[in-house]
């Protein structure tokens, strides 16, 4: 992914080229449908989502100043769009004492499988509230680049990181009681 | 559970592939966005003189009505304009036209400001 082309496909659509969005719109449509759904964890309401932050992300291409790249720019567009609108419909979490999968999926031992295991700390980070649950979601899309999440959410790094060291202690605080440390399954 | 449970669980997160007709879709979306014709501009060049009209009115009523009200205490100078133009706001109800117009004003900018649009 090039940020040269980015701009040059930028260029074209301010230009009055409709179908040069198209080429922005195939090189994000995976990263912004997937930073969707890690905010919902609905594949169809991510979908949903990608489609307007691109909509609106074409409607305000003219105010992209050019010195941030066009993926920052994208990623903060789509991020305000997801909060806003987790704001308005709040995605539907489970609660951990309901999550069928510590009912169902504990193995002989009384452990979890792995799978679940992981299931129910994405579902654990999904309730957190919204500023914690941002500043996590935003940290692990961007492969744990504090930098890059501090962007997205427009926030200074600092306090991206006392955010997400205030997650993880709620997480913490949450899970172990529930979860414990996977059992190795016997070959 | 440790930071590195967590790091771990968070960062092997599944991706999901958008559906083949995403693109076609957003673009669709895209093309009725740009064939939709600009939003009707607010008309300022006829609005102005009625609501700069309207203003001197409003200001007229007010300082009238304030002096009016305090004359028994200190009487206050009334410029003649200013009473004169309020007895032409009252007699042509510009004062209802400039209402009319400012409510229409707020009117557009709050239903662009629901559309989404600057």
């Known amino acids: 992914m090039s940020a040269t082309d980015d701009q040059a496909d930028v260029e074209r659509v301010l230009s009055g080229d409709i179908a040069a969005f198209e080429s922005l719109v195939r090189r994000w449509q995976g990263p912004l449908v997937n930073l969707a759904y890690r905010f919902c964890r609905d594949r169809a309401r991510a979908e949903d989502m990608a489609q307007e932050a691109f909509l609106r992300a074409y409607r305000a291409l003219g105010l992209w100043r050019r010195d941030a790249t066009f993926s920052t720019w994208l990623f903060a567009l789509a991020t305000n769009l997801y909060r806003s609108e987790l704001a308005r419909i709040p995605p539907r979490t489970v609660s951990l004492e309901d999550a069928p999968a510590l009912r169902d999926s504990r193995t002989i031992d009384g452990g979890l499988e792995e799978r679940d295991r992981d299931h129910v700390v994405r579902q654990a980070v999904l309730s957190l509230p919204p500023k914690y649950r941002d500043a996590m979601t935003l940290f692990y899309f961007h492969d744990m680049d504090v930098a890059a999440a501090a962007r997205s959410l427009g926030l200074p790094e600092g306090t991206i990181k006392a955010r997400l060291s205030r997650g993880r202690e709620i997480l913490r605080a949450k899970l172990p009681r529930r979860i414990g440390t996977v059992q190795p399954k016997e070959a | ?118």
Do not use: C, N, Q
Not at chain 2, 19 to 25: D, L, P, Q, V, Y
Not at chain 2, 31 to 48: M, Y
Not at chain 2, 63 to 71: K, N, T
């Open chain 2, 1 to 118: 559970m440790m930071d590195d449970d967590l790091d771990r669980i968070l960062s092997g997160d599944d991706s999901i592939v958008p559906s083949s007709g995403f693109a076609g879709s957003v673009m669709e979306a895209v093309r009725r966005e740009a064939a939709v014709p600009p939003a009707l501009p607010f008309p300022w060049e006829r609005a102005l003189p009625g609501l700069v009209a309207g203003i001197v009115t409003l200001g007229s009523l007010v300082v009238a009505s304030l002096s009016a009200s305090s004359a028994d205490l200190s009487p206050v100078p009334v410029p003649e304009v200013l009473v004169a133009s309020a007895k032409w706001a009252i007699a042509t109800g510009a004062h209802w036209v400039t209402l009319a117009l400012l409510v229409s004003y707020l009117a557009v900018k709050f239903s662009l400001r629901l559309a989404g649009r600057p």
